[in-house]
């Protein structure tokens, strides 16, 4: 077996029957989009995700502003105070699901659910 080199302290022996038996060829990828220069693959791949997570994000303002409007007035009293209080704020913070990605303001739900308490009172 494999490992009664380990045993013996024999290390290069040990690696020798390891890699014998379960070190698989790799097959690298020889040309990606048209080229097979190693450092110019990377820089591409590294420049496309750059581009990726520094593009300003898309926001169609109409779309938002007549869902923000549509959002208060069911959410307004007839007095025209808003029903929405502390404890619904409270409420949302608190399901706030964890390690989920940060959005273009890079502010992520950990920020908000493990910040100071008075922060509720200011959302």
Same mark, same amino acid.
């Given at each position: 077996? /494999?490992?009664? /080199? %380990? %045993?013996?302290? &024999? *290390?290069?022996?040990?690696?020798? =029957?390891? &890699?014998?038996? $379960? ?7 020889? =040309? !990606? &989009?048209? =080229?097979? #220069?190693? *450092? $110019?693959?990377?820089?591409?791949? =590294?420049?496309? $995700?750059? &581009? !990726?997570? #520094?593009?300003?994000?898309?926001? +169609? ?13 069911? @959410?307004?009293? +007839?007095?025209?105070?808003? !029903? ?14 964890? #390690? ?10 950990? @920020?908000?659910? /493990?910040? @100071?308490?008075? %922060?509720?009172? /200011?959302?």
């Amino acid at each position: 077996m /494999h490992y009664e /080199h %380990l %045993l013996a302290k &024999n *290390r290069s022996e040990f690696w020798k =029957c390891w &890699n014998a038996k $379960y070190k698989k060829s790799l097959n690298s990828a020889s =040309c !990606i &989009n048209g =080229c097979s #220069n190693d *450092r $110019y693959i990377a820089q591409t791949f =590294c420049a496309y $995700y750059d &581009n !990726i997570y #520094n593009s300003p994000p898309v926001v +169609d303002d109409t779309s938002f502003g007549t869902i923000y409007e549509e959002y208060v007035k069911s @959410h307004t009293s +007839d007095k025209g105070a808003s !029903i929405i209080d502390i404890n619904i704020t409270e409420a949302a913070v608190k399901s706030l699901k964890a #390690n989920k990605a940060a959005s273009f303001d890079s502010i992520v739900s950990e @920020h908000v659910s /493990h910040s @100071h308490p008075a %922060l509720i009172v /200011h959302l």
